[in-house]
């Protein structure tokens, strides 16, 4: 397999500051994921079954959140699509975890609805940056980056999560998304 073509696309500055902000972004996401199973089920000395519905309420609300937040972007494009979603989060990830389970279940579904669209974004602004003929291999990319976020994010969490209180383990990396975001919000 020749090499040359991801050389010449990691050459661009752009593509680049994509992927690294995609990286911030995605580990601390896919993190944050497994701290608050963690956080439920040691902190809150409540079951995985508890856990379970926490991550539920926020994975069912980003789902919901998807096309919307998509629709927002297409119509108003990216800094007012996710300035609403930088405060929110912002917010919801400095009390939730220092809360009891019911709050934790309610704000976790609140910041759902309110996710950035990391990948939505990452990938217009790689489209944005190189030229067609690099697209698909931007995006081959983009995917093997998301794969090691995927395979990192959870390591780092549960390295967080067994080394640090639950409640700033959990704190620090939804706010490492917000930082993400904010870089998203300057950068693109």
């Known amino acids: 397999m020749a090499l040359h ?3 010449k696309v990691l050459s661009v500055p752009g593509a680049r500051r994509a992927l690294l902000v995609g990286m911030v972004i995605r580990i601390p996401m896919f ?3 497994v701290i608050m199973t963690l956080h439920v089920v040691s902190t809150l000395q409540l079951s995985y079954v508890a856990a379970g519905a926490v991550i ?3 994975t069912v609300a980003t789902a919901i959140s998807g096309p919307w937040r998509g629709r927002l972007l297409d119509r108003i494009g990216l800094r007012r699509t996710v300035l609403p979603s930088l405060v929110v989060l912002a917010v ?3 009390v939730a975890p ?3 389970y019911v709050p934790l279940l309610v704000l976790a579904g609140v910041a759902g609805l309110f996710v950035i669209p990391t990948y939505s974004i990452v990938r217009q602004w790689l489209i944005a940056v190189t030229d067609e003929a690099d697209r698909k291999t931007v995006m081959v990319l983009d995917s093997v980056a998301t794969e090691l976020a995927f395979m990192i994010g959870p390591a780092v ?4 999560a067994t080394s640090v209180d639950t409640r700033w383990s959990l704190m620090g ?5 917000v ?9 693109n």
């Open 5 to 7: 073509a991801y050389r």
């Open 31 to 33: 993190a944050a994921t």
């Open 56 to 58: 539920t309420a926020a």
């Open 92 to 94: 919801c990830w400095s």
């Open 98 to 100: 220092w809360l009891g």
């Open 157 to 160: 969490g549960v390295l967080l």
């Open 173 to 177: 990396a939804q706010l490492l998304v």
């Open 179 to 187: 930082i993400g975001g904010l870089l998203l919000f300057i950068l």
